[in-house]
């Protein structure tokens, strides 16, 4: 059974620095890994997807990181802003998607 | 380009009774997958459908069961509603072609509250 976990379960940062979440997973035979945000009463904005083959991907200010041998994502995100504020979710497809519990990151003007 | 459309967004049923929760993909993608938000639980995949058929599904009971129909949109049906069942439904969908599985795009889900 895969068992995702998020580490920390919350963070609170003052505007503009750097984030830096954590994710790791129990088994590797995994065939993607993906990034979401989700905000509150809202649904799930994903964010990032990289395949079990890469080692990473970028978006704008976001970079994520996957080393399937160890079962960890590193999901890094520049010069935070306030809007960045929400929870974050990793998530494994092992076919469906399991989730790990979220990080709650509070940016703070 | 639409998103992953859900209906109803509220649902109360009492217990006992069936929910009939339903979910469009974009357009294009031929996979559907339903997830279970419920308190205190995270996120929990349910099921997957593919061309029509179910393909993979989570650690449910069988009274959790659904469908896809030839548009590729998909039901999700919950028999003798219990307590417990009361949660977020989000529906999700893929294209997945040539053995890549690919990004999954969610819908804002079906709060189904159980009475």
């Known amino acids: 059974k895969q068992e995702v976990t998020q580490i920390p379960a919350a963070l609170s940062v003052p505007e503009g620095e750097n984030l830096v979440l954590n994710c790791s997973f129990t088994?590797?035979?995994?065939?993607?890994l993906q990034w979401f945000r989700q905000d509150p009463g809202k649904g799930l904005t994903s964010l990032l997807l990289?395949?079990?083959?890469?080692r990473e991907q970028t978006s704008g200010r976001l970079n994520a990181s996957l080393d399937k041998s160890s079962g960890r994502s590193t999901l890094y995100i520049a010069a935070s802003q306030p809007g960045d504020s929400a929870t974050y979710l990793c998530?494994?497809?092992?076919?469906?998607?399991?989730f790990g519990a979220g990080t709650t990151v509070t940016v703070r003007a | 380009e639409a998103g992953v459309t859900q209906s109803p967004t509220h649902l109360i049923k009492t217990r006992g009774q069936q929910a009939t929760l339903r979910c469009s993909p974009i357009?294009?993608?031929?996979?559907v997958y339903w997830y279970q938000q419920a308190l205190g639980l995270g996120l929990q995949f349910l099921l997957w459908?593919?061309?029509?058929?179910?393909?993979n599904r989570g650690n449910f009971p069988p009274r959790f069961s659904g469908r896809q129909f030839p548009n590729y949109s998909s039901e999700l049906n919950v028999n003798a509603l219990e307590l417990e069942d009361s949660a977020l439904y989000l529906c999700?969908?893929?294209?997945?072609?040539?053995?890549?599985?690919?990004?999954?795009?969610f819908g804002p889900g079906t709060r189904l509250t159980v009475l």
């Open positions: 459908y593919d061309e029509g058929e179910e393909r």
């Open positions: 998530a494994v497809r092992y076919p469906g998607l399991s």
């Open positions: 088994d590797s035979a995994i065939y993607n």
């Open positions: 990289i395949q079990s083959s890469q």
């Open positions: 999700a969908s893929s294209l997945e072609s040539g053995g890549t599985y690919n990004e999954q795009f």
């Open positions: 357009s294009g993608h031929t996979s």
